[in-house]
Each structure stands twice: as C-alpha cells, then as structure tokens.
Nanobody, 122 residues
C-alpha cells in the first residue's frame, strides 16, 4: 500500500523559510515521480514542483528561484525547501506519487498525502 505523509507546515512571517517533508512508504522513490501541490481557500489546486524518477525537477513560475525540491532515497523522503515566503504562498501543501509524469495532471490512480498547512502572515 502506497502512503505519503507530509509535515513541516506552520505559521511563518513573510520572507521566512520552511522545509516540507514527504515521507513515502510502500514504494521506492525511483519508481514514481513525486509532485508537490497546494490549494488555497477558494482556489483550485495547483502544481508547485515535481521531481521525476530520474531526478529531474520542475517548478511553477510563481515559485521559481524561491523553492527547491529534493529527495533522499535512503530516507524515502522528498523535501520542498521554501524560501522568501509570501502571503500568497499560504495554502495546504500536498505531495503525490505520480505514475505517469511530472508534466501530466494527476490522475485517479495517483496517491496523495493528507496535506500540511502553510500560513505566511505577519
């Protein structure tokens, strides 16, 4: 059974940093692409970043230069380092194990974590 557990979200001031973690079990990281997504109240879910099976990465334009995705295969963990946080980064952040690609919208066979709340506010 595939499970993903996010952690690291909290209240932070604008300009601050957070590191989110996504611990996976039931599979190894070289078998799935892992994406980070977020959903703010009243808004649709959006892709933030993704790391492919090969280790290639991509980012939404809104976070390029501020966020960095990485993984530790030994710990079965994917990280999202978030710097220079802005109030508009406030959202619930989810990680997902993607079967197809980092460039295809998630589908019904993909697996999700429960999410972690990030709030950027002074």
């Amino acid at each position: 059974q595939l499970t993903l557990v996010e952690s690291g979200g909290e209240l932070v001031q604008p300009g601050g940093s957070l590191r989110l973690s996504c611990v996976v079990s039931g599979f190894t990281l070289d078998y799935y692409h892992i994406g980070w997504f977020r959903q703010a109240p009243g808004k649709e879910r959006e892709g933030v970043s993704c790391i492919g099976r090969s280790g290639s990465t991509n980012y939404a334009d809104s976070v390029k230069g501020r966020f960095t995705i990485s993984r530790d295969n030994a710990k079965n963990t994917v990280y999202l380092q978030m710097n220079s946080l802005k109030p508009e980064d406030t959202a619930v952040y989810y990680c997902a194990a993607l079967r197809s690609s980092c460039y295809v919208p998630p589908g019904p066979l993909d697996s999700w974590g429960q999410g972690t709340q990030v709030t950027v506010s002074s």
